[in-house]
């Protein structure tokens, strides 16, 4: 059996510096710290060598933008290249994170998100700046119509797809557990449309975490994720099963976000007793925990993944 459950709200100062977006992307990190200086030129480097990859783009893209002066920064870059696309979706999506940090009102970052579109109409990571945007402050129809444009551009978006679990899992949360939720439907049919090898093989585990979160916040499950029997029952278990499979398998080392679902999938098995293989996926995991989902519902996610790998890898 687990070990009891970390306790909450403590540390969340400590978690702050603990978790960092970049994960273990080197050269993401470098142009992060080079953007903070004003240095903006390292970024266009490095987005330059990122290539037409949707998945790694979007990924180092929305890191950046988190910088608190991303946006500064990156208007001085557009001023020496005003036709810059790169520097056009950087400022958009630095936008949105400073809308959604309560920094900036919203409609500029849409504004700057579709010039940036225009710029690059191939480009899915515009959009995801706005899907990113809507699944906070935006209507059901408005996160709908934007995964599409995402996925017409990338059918196997990663990022995108994750987000889209996460708003379809809060529907009807208040109403309590429904074994046959769409937000289940709708990650199954993500991972079986996708190539055999796509990291959206993990999906259905990413929305059964977001399915808790929802519905431990609506009080409809208890708050101890290790006891709350959410991972217990037969479907759960074939879930996890076949995304564990799949990991050992395929691995997809090379995916930028692919730490995103290992730590769902160590969570899971965690959660769910197995803590054999919770071990193995601790191990690859190494010093990138994620703050989703070991902060789910309402927990400190650092005491969290710390006591959860603790206690995987002293049974183990």
């Known amino acids: ?3 009891p459950p970390p306790p909450l709200g403590r540390g969340r100062r400590r978690a702050a510096h603990t978790f960092d977006a970049a994960l273990d992307d080197d050269e993401l990190v470098a142009a992060r710290a080079a953007l903070a200086q004003g240095r903006w030129q390292a970024v266009r480097s490095l987005l330059v060598r990122t ?3 949707p998945d790694r783009r979007g990924h180092r893209v929305t890191v950046l933008a988190q910088e608190p002066h991303a946006a500064a920064w990156t208007r001085d870059w557009l001023l020496a290249e005003p036709e810059s696309a790169d520097a056009s979706v950087l400022l958009g ?3 949105v994170e400073r809308a959604l940090r309560g920094k900036e009102k919203p409609d500029p970052a849409r504004e700057a998100c579709r010039a940036a579109a225009g710029r690059a109409p191939a480009d899915p990571t515009p959009w995801l700046g706005l899907l990113l945007l809507e699944r906070t402050l935006g209507t059901e129809e408005d996160v709908v119509r934007l995964f599409d444009e995402v996925r017409h551009r990338h059918p196997d978006h990663h990022h995108a797809h994750h987000l889209m679990v996460a708003r379809l899992a809060e529907r009807r949360a208040a109403a309590g557990p429904d074994p046959l939720h769409e937000v289940y439907d709708f990650a199954n049919w ?4 996708a190539p055999a090898d796509s990291p959206l093989a993990i ?4 929305a059964h975490a977001e399915r808790y979160r929802a519905l431990a916040r609506a009080g409809h499950a208890r708050a101890d994720p290790y006891s709350s029997g959410h991972w217990a029952d037969r479907r759960a278990r074939q879930v996890m099963k076949a995304a564990f499979d799949w990991w050992l398998e395929w691995g997809q080392e090379g995916h930028p976000r692919r730490l995103v679902d290992l730590n769902y999938l160590a969570h899971a098995k965690y959660c769910e007793g197995r803590a054999a293989e919770a071990a193995a996926l601790f191990h690859r995991i190494g010093d990138h925990p ?3 989902p070991w902060s789910y519902p309402d927990r400190d996610p650092y005491t969290a ?3 959860a790998r603790a206690g995987a890898l002293g049974t183990a």
């Open 1 to 3: 059996m687990p070990p």
């Open 51 to 53: 290539g037409d990859d």
């Open 93 to 95: 999506v630095s936008l």
């Open 190 to 193: 993500a991972a079986e449309q």
């Open 203 to 206: 999906l259905p585990v990413v």
């Open 290 to 292: 994620t703050p989703a």
């Open 305 to 307: 993944f710390r006591t």
